[in-house]
């Protein structure tokens, strides 16, 4: 079983840059890919960014693209979502997720709020 923890998440002013955190732990045997989701109160998640679990090929939503860049520290066992510009749209609740042994993305972190002030 693959645990996902998030961190990194706070209140920041628009214009500003967060850095979020996942920390991956457990069996990570069989993970095709990891993202990114944000959910906004009320609202179905919905995806931000992802990676395959090579690293070798990225994905972006088109809201957050040229802003925000997913990335990965394979000895540390970390996922990172570096957020640059941000906007008070791009306040939400936000997910760390793995795809493991499954095309969909099937395995959940608690999430972590952002907020971003105009």
């Known amino acids: 079983q693959v645990q996902l923890v998030e961190s990194g998440g706070g209140l920041v002013q628009a214009g500003g840059s967060l850095r979020l955190s996942c920390a991956t732990s457990g069996r990570t045997f069989g993970t095709y890919r990891m993202g990114w989701f944000r959910q906004y109160p009320g609202k179905d998640r919905e995806f931000v960014a992802g990676m395959s679990w090579s690293g070798g090929s990225t994905l972006y939503s088109d809201s957050v693209k040229g802003r925000f860049t997913i990335s990965r520290d394979n000895a540390k066992n970390m996922v990172f979502l570096q957020m640059n510009s941000l906007k008070p749209e791009d306040t939400a609740v936000y997910y760390c997720?793995?795809?493991?042994?499954?095309?969909?993305?099937?395995?959940w972190g608690q999430g972590t709020q952002v907020t971003v002030s105009s």
């Open positions: 997720s793995a795809a493991i042994r499954s095309s969909m993305y099937n395995t």
